[in-house]
């Protein structure tokens, strides 16, 4: 009768540790993906964080917004925009549009032969008296590509000057219908800005037109 009873106990024993091993399909599933993601972190090489000071500093007011206007990321690039340096443009072959070093004299002695040039009279007065030569030659060489030295363009772009000393050389990009001027325009301080030397750089005409 004892070794009846010593069997049972021993066959209920296993069945309970077999039991107690077996876990609900969550569990296991559970246990599985705390494995998978503890083998993945192994794996990965974790990034520094870019800026830890910014993402803990408290941006609920910005320098150049009013208190009032709600923070969003938006609001943040346009603040951070603001607060940069000035971007400007730049066209391909020609180069910068920042014109921020032409004095005020010398643009207004730029703008006036410019002017001049598009109506096509009137550009002496801009020229040093002693280099006058140098609009001959200019207005020689556009009749000789153009066949006529009027109405040929009828706009203009400044780029950034090139200072040397007391002169600034302008690159100014002529435009009209199917043609095109690119030429330096050199003034000097001390012949109160005016003119003298225009350097051709580039044309372009409706026959060599790509």
Do not use: H
Not at 104 to 123: P, Q
Request: hydrophobic share 40%; aromatic share 12%; with cysteine.
């Amino acid at each position: 009768m004892w070794k009846c009873v010593l069997i049972c106990i021993s066959a209920a024993s296993s069945v309970f540790f077999a039991c107690s091993n077996i876990g609900s399909p969550a569990e296991s599933e559970g246990k599985d993906k705390t494995l998978m993601s503890l083998m993945a972190e192994r794996r990965i090489d974790w990034e520094n964080e870019l800026e830890p000071i910014a993402l803990k500093r408290n941006i609920e007011k910005l320098d150049g917004v009013e208190s009032g206007v709600d923070i969003t990321p938006q609001t943040y690039a346009l603040s951070a925009l603001k607060r940069g340096s000035t971007v400007y443009p730049f066209i391909e072959g020609f180069g910068s549009l920042d014109t921020s070093s032409l004095t005020k004299e010398a643009k207004a002695v730029l703008d006036g032969f410019c002017n001049a040039f598009l109506d096509g009279s009137g550009e002496e007065s801009y020229i040093d008296a002693e280099k006058k030569y140098a609009l001959v030659f200019f207005l020689s060489d556009i009749k000789l590509f153009f066949k006529t030295e009027k109405n040929i363009f009828d706009g203009r772009t400044y780029g950034t000057p090139f200072i040397k000393d007391e002169t600034f050389g302008v690159p100014v990009r002529f435009t009209g219908k199917d043609v095109l001027l690119d030429v330096f325009i050199y003034l000097n301080r001390n012949s109160d800005w005016k003119i003298n030397q225009i350097q051709i750089k580039n044309i372009r005409t409706a026959e060599n037109a790509e």
